[in-house]
């Protein structure tokens, strides 16, 4: 018995638990895709974070209906399109902290709209590097993008991320 349990204990020290969220923001907001658009747009302008690209990944898919056939579109999104945004001055402080996270720059986040709700999607920056002396500037980036989405109307809809309490 003694031997059973230094073994389980032995085995258990070894073992973590990953108990952080998911390394991506997901989000939804109800209503049609143009509206939710310009109100994301609109409250990331607010936080200072500008578009600087827009790629409509649904009509450069839409080209490849015939080709794949079944497998086109299968979950049925009627826009589907990413938003590639930056903030100079984030940008400028992360680089002065961790040069290596040039790889952020810029960000994206992905909307697709299905029925009547806009799915926003983004790697969460903290998630990236979470040993970098850029963490704790990356954790503020992290919390204006979701000030941002929260404003704009977006409520996490996974069991990753928190359920935004109603106000």
């Known amino acids: 018995m003694r ?15 990953n108990l952080q969220a998911s390394s991506i923001i997901n ?10 658009y310009v109100e994301i747009n609109s409250q990331l302008e607010a936080q200072r974070f500008y578009v600087i690209f827009e790629a409509n990944i649904g009509r450069s898919i839409a ?20 938003l590639v945004f930056c ?18 720059c810029p960000l994206s986040m992905t909307l697709l709209q299905e029925g009547n709700q806009t799915r926003i999607m983004m790697l969460r920056p903290s998630a990236i590097k979470p040993g ?9 980036l992290e919390a204006d993008l979701l000030k941002a989405l929260t404003a704009a109307g977006a409520e996490f809809d996974n069991q990753n991320n928190k359920k935004r309490e109603p106000e």
């Open 3 to 17: 031997t059973l349990l230094t073994s389980l204990f032995f085995v258990f020290s070894f073992v973590t638990v």
């Open 27 to 36: 989000m939804t907001i109800d209503g049609d895709y143009a509206g939710n």
């Open 63 to 82: 080209s490849f209906k015939d080709r794949w056939g079944d497998d086109y579109n299968r979950n049925g999104y009627t826009e589907i399109q990413s």
């Open 87 to 104: 903030n100079p001055w984030y940008v400028n402080h992360v680089l002065n902290l961790d040069p290596e996270l040039a790889a952020l």
């Open 132 to 140: 970098s002396p850029a963490q704790k500037l990356l954790l503020e």
